[in-house]
T-cell receptor, first 116, second 110 residues
Framework: DAGVIQSPRHEVTEMGQEVTLRCKPI?????LFWYRQTMMRGLELLIY????????DSGMPEDRFSAKMPNASFSTLKIQPSEPRDSAVYFC??????????????FGPGTRLTVT | SQQGEEDPQALSIQEGENATMNCSYK?????LQWYRQNSGRGLVHLIL?????REKHSGRLRVTLDTSKKSSSLLITASRAADTASYFC??????????FGKGNQVVVIP
C-alpha cells in the first residue's frame, strides 16, 4: 500500500487566497483525521471523519476552514481566505476499519503551508 | 486541552546508548501511544499500551505505564543514528480523540 497520500507537499500563497489541501487515506481505513502542527501549539486535531461523515470539528479554528470527504478515498481541507497565522504543516491521517478514533493512526507526509 | 507532556524535551546520546523519555498526563486514560517523527515527515505509530497494561515491548522499544503516577516511559535500547527523530506520546482520555504532547527531540550521534 502507498500509505496516506497528501498533496501538495508544499504550498506558498498570499494572504487572502484560497488554499485547498488534499488527502487520500489508506484503502480500507474508515477514519480520517486532519491535524495542524506548529512549533508553538504542537499537533492539533482539526476535524475527523468516520465513514465519510464529519464526527468532531471542534478543532477547526474558525469559519475560514472547511473540510469535506465526498467518498472513502478522498478528503479536502480548504482555507478561505488564508492568513499568515495559518502557516503550518497540515497532516492527514487514517485509522484502520473498526479500530476507532483513538487507536493507531497512519499519517501522511504533510503539506507545508506558508501564507505571506 | 489536556495532553501528554514529554520529558526531557531534548536528548543527545551516543550511538549504542539507551535513550529514555517520559510522558506525563493529567487524568485517567484508555490507552497511551508513542509516535516517531523524522524531520520533514509524518508521524509513525510505534506502540500502544492500554490502561490495564504495565509494560510492552516492540523490538528495541520498551514502554511502561504507571497509572498511579500518570506517566509513561519509552526506552530505546542500543540506539542507532536512524533513531534520530522527535518522539510524541498521545493519550486517549475517552473523548474519542488523541491528545498529542509537544514531543521529545532525540539526537543519536554516530
Amino acid at each position: 500500500d502507498a500509505g496516506v497520500i497528501q498533496s501538495p507537499r508544499h504550498e506558498v500563497t498570499e494572504m487572502g487566497q484560497e488554499v485547498t489541501l488534499r488527502c487520500k487515506p489508506i484503502s480500507g481505513h474508515d477514519y480520517l483525521f486532519w491535524y495542524r502542527q506548529t512549533m508553538m501549539r504542537g499537533l492539533e486535531l482539526l476535524i475527523y471523519f468516520n465513514n465519510n461523515v464529519p464526527i468532531d470539528d471542534s478543532g477547526m479554528p474558525e469559519d475560514r476552514f472547511s473540510a469535506k470527504m465526498p467518498n472513502a478515498s478522498f478528503s479536502t481541507l480548504k482555507i478561505q481566505p488564508s492568513e499568515p497565522r495559518d502557516s503550518a504543516v497540515y497532516f492527514c491521517a487514517s485509522s484502520p476499519y473498526g479500530r476507532g478514533a483513538t487507536y493507531e493512526q497512519y499519517f501522511g507526509p504533510g503539506t507545508r503551508l506558508t501564507v505571506t | 486541552s489536556q495532553q501528554g507532556e514529554e520529558d526531557p524535551q531534548a536528548l543527545s546520546i551516543q550511538e549504542g546508548e539507551n535513550a529514555t523519555m517520559n510522558c506525563s498526563y493529567k487524568t485517567s486514560i484508555n490507552n497511551l501511544q508513542w509516535y516517531r517523527q523524522n524531520s520533514g515527515r509524518g508521524l509513525v505509530h510505534l506502540i500502544l499500551i492500554r490502561s490495564n497494561e504495565r509494560e510492552k515491548h516492540s523490538g528495541r522499544l520498551r514502554v511502561t505505564l504507571d497509572t498511579s503516577k500518570k506517566s509513561s516511559s519509552l526506552l530505546i535500547t542500543a540506539s542507532r543514528a536512524a533513531d534520530t527523530a522527535s518522539y510524541f506520546c498521545a493519550t486517549d482520555y475517552g473523548n474519542n480523540r488523541l491528545a498529542f504532547g509537544k514531543g521529545n527531540q532525540v539526537v543519536v550521534i554516530p
